[in-house]
């Protein structure tokens, strides 16, 4: 098992930017891909970033360039750093992890924490 734990959370105001992190713990070498996805309310969840063990990373469109996903593999941590943060932004962010970089993608992630709120304000 898999255990993944998110902090950095909080309120911002818009244009401001926070740092997530996400700390995994249990079977890590189990863990190719992680990522981060939010869930706003009233809104379908959204896969916001990605990145394997290597490096490897993938962004929606709609935070492509105000967004980071970075990993520290030493640490068993992946970290987003959120710039330009707008209202819309607002939503709870959950950390994701699986052992298959495609399952990840496709929403069909084993693991997950219990999810951030980050809140904008205009």
């Known amino acids: 098992q898999v255990q993944l734990v998110e902090s950095g959370g909080g309120l911002v105001q818009a244009g401001g930017s926070l740092r997530l992190s996400c700390a995994a713990s249990?079977?890590?070498?189990?863990?190719?891909?992680m990522g981060w996805y939010r869930q706003a309310p009233g809104k379908q969840r959204e896969l916001l970033a990605a990145?394997?063990?290597?490096?490897?990373?993938n962004y929606a469109d709609s935070v492509k360039g105000r967004f980071t996903i970075s990993r520290d593999n030493a640490k068993n941590t992946v970290y987003l750093q959120m710039n330009s943060l707008k209202a819309e932004d607002t939503a709870v962010y959950y950390c994701?992890?699986?052992?298959?970089?495609?399952?990840?993608?496709?929403?069909?992630?084993?693991?997950w924490g219990q999810g951030t709120q980050v809140t904008v304000s205009s």
């Open positions: 994701a992890a699986d052992r298959d970089w495609y399952r990840l993608l496709r929403y069909e992630f084993r693991y």
């Open positions: 249990g079977i890590i070498f189990s863990i190719n891909a």
């Open positions: 990145i394997t063990s290597g490096g490897h990373t």
